[in-house]
């Protein structure tokens, strides 16, 4: 299956767009992200991920500066393209970039909560704002509604909607759901 989704955000000026394919073998989800931050800036990425939406491979791409590829091996442990291993990172196993909306998916489809139900994170953060830096980091979800989860990390909470294929529609504040 093929879809295309475009979200637009709601305090600053920017736009992604997002093809995702899944299929028995897995998910793949192709991003690119334009925005106005003091000047126009472009951030593609990709994720792979197995059938259960556990991520297998990160690459990001910024527009005129250096990228990042990150690999998850069967063991937990990350690697980059250098083959280093990130310090801090073992055991995580979704990844947020900080810009976009989607990344919210990855743990939504991955952990299947009922409503009522509530999980802990330890996931590898990317911050986009500064160059392209992962550090892991605590988040929390909370299925309030059949379309409806809590986002918690750090002091910071969300309330996101999402579809029936768990992908957000509204970010309160920050994203809406275009297409």
Not at 42 to 71: H, K
Not at 118 to 129: F, H, K, N
Not at 154 to 167: N, Y
Request: proline residues 6%.
């Amino acid at each position: 299956m093929e879809r295309e989704l475009m979200w637009s955000a709601l305090a600053w000026p920017a736009t992604e767009h997002l093809v995702l394919r899944t299929d028995a073998d897995g998910v793949r989800a192709d991003g690119v992200i334009v925005a106005l931050d003091g000047r126009p800036t472009r951030l593609a990425y990709t994720i792979d991920a197995g059938p259960d939406w556990t991520v297998r491979r990160l690459t990001l791409a910024p527009y005129g500066e250096p990228g990042l590829v990150l690999d998850r091996r069967a063991d937990g442990r990350w690697f980059d393209d250098d083959g280093a291993e990130p310090p801090g990172l073992a055991g995580c196993v979704d990844v947020d970039i900080a810009l976009t909306p989607f990344t919210n998916t990855l743990p939504i489809r991955r952990l299947g909560l009922a409503v009522g139900e509530s999980a802990e994170l330890r996931i590898v953060y990317v911050q986009v704002d500064r160059g392209l830096t992962v550090e892991a980091a605590e988040q929390r979800y909370e299925r309030l509604a059949a379309d409806v989860y809590r986002y918690e990390s750090g002091d910071f909470t969300a309330d996101l909607a999402v579809d029936g294929d768990g992908l957000v529609t509204d970010y309160p504040d920050l994203w809406r759901r275009l297409a």
